[in-house]
């Protein structure tokens, strides 16, 4: 099973960085040079704590679909998905926010495995991890845009 551990730091309240990491749109915009698109469960707007979004994206040469659950929330500190069906043997990301001066902190661990015995395993340690560790700093760094500016408000209809 790989691990990644990232840190992002955001200059904005935790809050907006809570509920933008939660945002499908949002997630959608960040990952749209994979054509990512939520097709089923909760396809729009902020998903919740036992609600599911299946994710339909471009990824290593074909579509693929990952069904995720929300199995844990504690806002804003804390919200975990975990794999329903998807191409992973198993597939966790735990997002943590912490408050900080003059903004907040993101943690993202996520955690993967891949089928396949030894063949998954090499794909993992040669291409995997750093394709994932792309697509993770992808997204944050939309977060970032969007919560550093003024594009935060448009999504959550709300001010904080």
Request: aromatic share 12%; no cysteine.
């Amino acid at each position: 099973m790989s691990t990644l551990h990232l840190t992002t730091f955001i200059a904005a309240p935790v809050e907006v960085v809570f509920d933008l990491s939660r945002h499908i749109g949002l997630h959608k915009i960040s990952q749209q040079n994979h054509k990512e698109e939520a097709v089923n469960g909760i396809t729009s707007g902020l998903i919740k704590e036992g609600e599911t979004v299946t994710w339909k994206a471009y990824h290593l040469f074909k579509f693929r679909f990952l069904k995720v659950k929300i199995t844990a929330m504690q806002s804003p500190d804390f919200f975990k998905d975990v794999m329903v069906t998807g191409d992973f043997k198993s597939y966790e990301h735990e997002h943590h926010f912490k408050s900080a001066k003059n903004g907040s902190i993101i943690i993202d661990i996520v955690r993967f495995e891949l089928p396949y015995g030894i063949l998954g395993t090499i794909v993992d340690r040669f291409y995997l991890r750093s394709y994932m560790k792309q697509l993770v700093e992808q997204r944050n760094k939309t977060i970032k845009e969007y919560a550093e500016s003024n594009k935060w408000q448009a999504l959550l209809n709300k001010r904080f």
